[in-house]
């Protein structure tokens, strides 16, 4: 069975400020023999157009959020998550990896922490999936570091310094 991830916004949209995009959908990509499947929402979209930015690539197929049992498990989400205006697109990542047996990559830290605590165990942060490239060989340890910093000089948040990506990942055993 493929992978599938389903990104939120905030990775996709330090990628595009970083013009990094096409790097982070070569790490996405998986192991050659089963290469993965990547998504984002109809809302994800939706809110990076809004913050003026065009997350189009051909690595990232836009999902609806429509079917009812999808519909369902966006209400559920929107209640577990206390969903605010901003949280829309987290919502909806959630709700659409629950049904289709996605994994979803979500950045903030309280999110992903609520989303385990209520089932969803499929979810990661971006750096996750960039170890996941080095893992495949798809990168090295230091151009994975080079793309988190671009990212941070972005403005995007991670719980490893600018130059400190490989260390973390290996104490967090991403890096085996």
Known sequence: MTRTLVWDA??????VLAARLDVVGDLARGPD?????????ATVRSEMRRNGLDGTAPWLETVHVDELDEIRALFTWRDRQGATSRDHGETTVCAWAEVHGATAVIDDRAARRTARRHGLHEVHGSLWV????VRSGRATAGGVAGLVNALIATGARYPCQAIGFEAWARQNKLLV
């Open 33 to 41: 023999q089963e290469p993965w499947r990547n998504v984002t929402t």
């Open 10 to 15: 905030s990775a996709l949209h330090h990628a």
């Open 130 to 133: 960039f170890a996941q490239g």
